[in-house]
């Protein structure tokens, strides 16, 4: 794939974070049609393990948080 994008039922209140190995974030946003294609300021970055924050509410009002990893590989 060449970029991560959440899809699924719309979540309100949505936020999501990617950091790198040092902590620093290379995307957020608030947006849940907005994607990220692997780049921190129109600059590719290096294969690398980062740490995505996912959070939100459904429809139903039920809160969600999840984090994991996404790696880049060329």
């Keep these: 794939n060449d970029y991560l994008e959440i899809k699924g039922p719309r979540l309100f209140n949505y936020y999501i974070q990617i950091y ?7 995307f957020s946003s608030t947006e849940q049609k907005e994607y990220w294609d692997g780049k921190l300021k129109g600059d590719e970055l290096a294969p690398q393990t980062f740490v995505y924050m996912l959070s939100g509410e459904s429809v139903l009002g039920d809160k969600i948080s999840q984090e994991g990893n996404v790696t880049i590989i060329k």
């Design 20 to 26: 790198d190995r040092w902590g620093k974030v290379v």
